[in-house]
């Protein structure tokens, strides 16, 4: 059949599936590597530390105040709103300074999305080391105009001195793709 009906424009001759709108939905390079420019994607970090943030069980929202990609244009104030409906993956790296050892704390990492909340819990004892570092990862539904954002609370300190490290070299991040 010479005339395929897409519901959309196939132009293989540049290697390239075009969209509806004319826009290049998906290239294959000569070597068959595929590139979807309109994939969701975000990758932000806390460039400076939020000193004295949690501590006493207060929950804070993590700041992600810098982009290194916002492919969609889906983040902001710390916040990632889903464009479409799917699965999306969430990598999450929080480092927490100023533990003060020898205390029994638990660590609450909330990821919040508009149709459930993600609770990571890590209880330790005065075996922590005093700057830890905390990671995690999942794949959550969102449909379209869901957001997600993270919350964290420290307990046992007794006042808020626990402050949620940043830098330019990415202690605290978090990246967003959609996977399917």
């Known amino acids: 059949d010479t005339t395929p009906q897409l519901g959309g424009n196939l132009d293989m001759q540049t290697h390239k599936l075009v969209g509806n709108g004319g826009t290049t939905g998906m290239a294959i390079s000569a070597n068959g590597e595929v590139t ?21 069980a207060t929950a804070v929202k993590v700041d992600f105040d810098t982009e290194i990609k916002d492919q969609g244009g889906d983040f902001a104030t710390d916040t990632f709103t889903a464009p479409v409906v799917g699965g999306y993956q969430v990598c999450v790296a929080i480092r ?16 919040v999305t508009s149709n459930r909340t993600y609770r990571f819990n890590h209880v330790h004892t005065n075996a922590i080391a005093q700057t830890p570092f905390y990671v995690f990862s999942i794949i959550v539904d969102m449909d379209a105009d869901d957001t997600l954002s993270v919350t964290v609370a420290v307990t046992g300190q007794g006042a808020d001195n626990v402050t949620i490290g940043g830098s330019s070299e990415m202690r605290t991040f978090m990246s967003v793709y959609l996977v399917g």
């Open 36 to 56: 979807n420019t309109a994939q969701p994607m975000v990758l932000a970090y806390n460039s400076a530390s939020d000193g004295s943030a949690t501590g006493n």
């Open 96 to 111: 927490l300074e100023g533990i003060t050892l020898n205390t029994s704390d638990d660590f609450t990492a909330l990821l």
